[in-house]
């Protein structure tokens, strides 16, 4: 038995996705860091993974809020990882993203990079009205991400080597004698005034 690095694991999948996937090309797999993190329960309900911008709308790294007569200066952290700088960190909640199938978990990752903003500036996608995170449908925003997991599992050939999605935390547990992964505190935005 080995042990499996999610997190290195989850890394792969994700260079190779936005290598293969045009809709992703706008992202640089560096500057995005994989984490994991515990869930409770180990169903299938509630949220199998988040992503955690690292500046506000524009890319900015400040921004001035008003709370009544006093303005407030936020500071987005700096996370630099391997020498970069990170503006995105990705989390995935274990063992609930594990108990998804194949094809949910590929729906998951998707689903968390293209909240990506295309200027791949630190700030999320942001869509019109009100929901700006998922648009107007979130089931809309999940349908296209399908379409797009259906879309690079017609051009992989071979998913060896993103074999530890296909089975749940149970099966992982009897293949791997040790499971291993990346946690990172959530960062903490900064207050002045």
Do not use: W
């Amino acid at each position: 038995m080995s042990t499996l690095n999610l997190t290195s694991a989850l890394e792969e999948l994700v260079a190779d996705i936005v290598f293969q996937v045009s809709d992703f090309s706008h992202v640089d797999p560096t500057r995005v860091l994989i984490c994991v993190s515990s869930t409770r329960g180990g169903g299938v309900h509630g949220t199998f993974a988040k992503i955690h911008p690292l500046r506000f709308p524009g890319g900015s790294r400040t921004r001035e809020v008003k709370r009544e007569r006093r303005v407030f200066t936020c500071t987005m952290p700096t996370v630099t990882h391997r020498d970069h700088e990170i503006l995105y960190i990705i989390y995935f909640l274990v063992p609930r993203f594990l108990n998804l199938t194949l094809r949910e978990k590929l729906t998951t990752v998707f689903h968390e990079l293209y909240h990506i903003s295309p200027d791949f500036d630190g700030d999320i996608r942001r869509f019109p009205g009100r929901n700006f995170a998922h648009g107007s449908s979130r089931k809309r925003y999940n349908k296209c991400m399908e379409s797009l997991v259906e879309g690079y599992l017609q051009e992989k050939k071979c998913l060896d080597a993103f074999d530890f999605l296909a089975g749940d935390m149970d099966a992982l547990r009897a293949r791997y004698q040790t499971i291993v992964g990346r946690k990172y505190p959530t960062p903490k935005i900064q207050i002045q005034g």
